[in-house]
């Protein structure tokens, strides 16, 4: 694969988030703020749909491979709801009730297929704190119908036995590097390989998407901005940056565990229509 197979991120759109385990320590905003930075990826491949949020239509035809954020959105509850374009919202493919977004956090939400092959949603806190002159962040997250992966950096793993819905993270030296996703333990290539861009002051968040039965996995990029030591802004997600590399790999593993819904569950059902 080469780098121009990396899925553009595309901004603009209205989408909520989910609370779950962890988030307080994953943000950079101060506890008390009342809103939280909101980004959502689609990852279920062959399935463009319409995103509802309490109700109204606020993504239409929204393709796999897309993302769409940062939006600053209010603390509160929020029912999501999606459809196939133009249909019905009473015939909702996959629904969230009630998912809290709390405040002063930085959050992604995928849907994607879990390894068995079912869609669902996965919400995800992403790491904002600063970052060492010279230093970029890299994340994955395992989000395709697939089994455990490595990560490889020119050929040597650095992150292994990756599984669904897991993530792994390191901050790493800006540069360029080879990366690709091995089957575990083998040198079976599953995607890639890419060149990876990494910048300083950023965090990248690449997510494994697709169907290994399908023959159709996939990477999409996301880029967390304003991670410098020095005072630059509050972090935000940004828009079509795909990847950078390394020149020398510092990594630690952290395979962050299934992520617990609070407040919300997802489920492949007939949405309830939400609250306006």
Known sequence: MQLSNFRRVAAGGAVAALTFAGVGALTATPAFAASSKVSVVHGIPDTPVDVYVNGEKTLDNFKPGDVAGPLTLEEGAYDIALTKPGEALDKAILTVDDAAVPGGANISIAAHLDASGQPKITPFANDVAKVDAGKARLIVRHTAAAPAVDVRAGGTPVFEDLTNPNEAKADV????????????????????????????????????????????????????????????????????????????????????????????????????????
């Open 173 to 276: 030296d800006a540069g360029t590097v080879k990366a690709d996703v091995v089957l575990a333990g083998t040198d079976t290539v599953a995607i890639g390989p890419a060149d990876l861009t990494l910048e300083e002051g950023t965090a990248t968040i690449v997510y494994a998407i697709g169907s290994a039965e399908g023959k159709n996995l996939d990477l999409v990029a996301q880029t967390v901005t304003g991670l410098h030591s020095a005072p630059g802004g509050v972090p935000s997600g940004s828009g079509g940056q795909a990847g950078t590399g390394v020149d020398t790999w510092w990594y630690v593993l952290a395979g962050a565990g299934a992520l617990l819904l609070v407040g919300g569950g997802a489920r492949v059902a007939t949405a309830r229509v939400g609250r306006r």
